[in-house]
């Protein structure tokens, strides 16, 4: 017992406090199981249907495109709304998107409902972020980007396994998938209003981040590629490859379940060794996994699983670790126009991976998707080995919300504007 309080104390003076976060992160748990289980449903669903690689593709990158959108747009729009109402509002619009699907079974139709499906998502998931409040560490600054990381993925693994609950051709998945959007409204609207800390925020200019931090920005724009491909097309490859649908649910949750157990871990590392090298290091052993699932396509189940668990739990943390490369390279003050820029390099390379992932796939085979997945990593290892690792002073800096992926500050600096000007007319 004393150990245990040792280690909640421990934790706190790290800032990581979590409790006052809990709502939240159920509202973002239910939101990406959801999220999950419709990406991969329909992508099975459209291989049976006869959609093409270069169509499924087409359709995944809409998704992500949508959300590179609405990521850039949509603060605005929460800071004159509000967060709750917004959430609400998208939640809305992608539970009917979700049941849209079934009624409108074409590719076209789905493309269209891919780019509003991610708009939605992006207003949500930038809403909720907003909130994530905690105070945050330089020392600890790898660790705090894992905790969404860690809720997500588990969250997106959840989903894979619930698409073992009904055959992909009928209603009663995208059911779920409503159910599931439906129930995450439900914490955030319960959650007591508590302002973000006062925290200036100056905007950082795209090509001032490349030359500033230019690994961070390769960086998340690789692992875009590589990682958004296999996004897309992942399920997709699965069913190539011969997978049932229980097969198909057991490669996406393995991939998922590799980065749920190694996010951790490699944010705790990098904030203890040269990040450049924990990059070079997870983008090699990541490239080498890939490899090692195109090797497996024929070999037992198990072991495909462990590979595909080997690349996710490798690959998909690299952006975190990019975001606290860049967070290091540039000060405090400019952490909001870092984030947003590289949310864009990233979003840019997430939306195209499943197209080119689709025609690689075309060219060479299912295999051809994890096979570009490599030769991107090892480039991203390559140019990260060449980066010179500056001396990070251990530097504390308070602040009630943390480097998450894709942060989202923007909104509560727009919102304490808007209540100056309030207050003054």
């Given at each position: 017992m004393i150990h245990t309080m040792n280690a909640v104390r421990a934790a706190c003076t790290r800032g990581l406090v979590l409790a006052p976060v809990a709502a939240l992160l159920l509202s973002v748990a239910a939101l990406l199981m959801g999220n999950g289980l419709l990406g991969t449903l329909l992508i099975v669903r459209a291989?049976?249907?006869g959609f093409s690689s270069a169509a499924t593709g087409a359709m995944m990158s809409f998704y992500?495109?949508?959300?590179?959108?609405?990521?850039?747009?949509?603060?605005?729009?929460?800071?004159?709304?509000?967060?709750?109402?917004?959430?609400?509002?998208?939640?809305?619009?992608?539970?009917?998107?979700?049941?849209?699907?079934?009624?409108?079974?074409?590719?076209?139709?789905?493309?269209?409902?891919?780019?509003?499906?991610?708009?939605?998502?992006?207003?949500?998931?930038?809403?909720?972020?907003?909130w994530l409040n905690a105070h945050a560490l330089q020392s600890t600054r790898g660790q705090l980007l894992s905790i969404f990381g860690v809720v997500s993925m588990g969250s997106w693994a959840i989903g894979q396994a619930l698409l073992?609950?009904?055959p992909p051709g009928d209603v009663t998945l995208f059911l779920i998938v409503s159910l599931l959007i439906s129930a995450s409204v439900v914490p955030i609207t319960l959650l007591p209003n508590h302002p973000p800390a006062e925290v200036e925020q100056e905007p950082v200019a795209l090509r001032s981040l490349v030359l500033v931090s230019p690994l961070a920005a390769a960086g998340v724009f690789l692992a875009g590629l590589a990682i958004g491909g296999f996004w897309?097309?992942?399920?997709?490859?699965?069913?190539?490859?011969?997978?049932?649908?229980?097969?198909?649910?057991?490669?996406?949750?393995?991939?998922?379940g590799g980065t749920l157990a190694l996010q951790w871990p490699l944010g705790w590392l990098s904030d203890r060794a040269p990040r450049n090298l924990v990059i070079a290091g997870a983008a090699l052993a990541s490239a080498a996994a890939a490899i090692g699932v195109v090797l497996a396509t024929e070999a037992p189940l198990p072991l495909l699983l462990f590979v595909g668990a080997l690349?996710?739990?490798?690959?998909?943390?690299i952006y975190s670790l990019c975001l606290a490369v860049a967070n290091d390279d540039l000060p405090a003050g400019r952490l909001l126009g870092t984030a947003?820029?590289?949310?864009?390099?990233?979003?840019?390379?997430?939306?195209?991976?499943?197209?080119?992932?689709?025609?690689?796939?075309?060219?060479?085979?299912?295999?051809?998707?994890?096979?570009?997945a490599a030769g991107l990593l090892t480039t991203l290892a390559v140019l990260a080995l060449a980066r010179r690792q500056p001396t990070r002073p251990i530097e504390v800096r308070a602040t009630h919300c943390p480097s998450t992926p894709m942060i989202t500050a923007s909104l509560d600096t727009m919102m304490r504007t808007r209540d100056r000007h309030d207050a003054r007319h």
């Open positions: 291989g049976q249907e992500f495109a949508g959300f590179t959108i609405g990521a850039l747009v949509l603060p605005r729009v929460i800071a004159s709304v509000g967060h709750v109402r917004t959430f609400a509002g998208f939640a809305a619009i992608a539970s009917m998107t979700a049941l849209l699907h079934v009624a409108l079974v074409e590719p076209s139709a789905w493309m269209l409902l891919r780019l509003v499906t991610g708009f939605a998502y992006a207003g949500m998931v930038l809403a909720t972020e907003s073992n609950v009904a897309g097309m992942g399920p997709n490859f699965a069913q190539r490859i011969g997978l049932d649908v229980g097969g198909i649910s057991a490669f996406m949750a393995a991939v998922l690349f996710g739990g490798f690959g998909i943390p947003r820029g590289l949310l864009l390099l990233n979003g840019i390379g997430t939306a195209a991976g499943p197209l080119i992932g689709g025609v690689a796939m075309n060219i060479v085979g299912p295999g051809g998707l994890f096979l570009y």
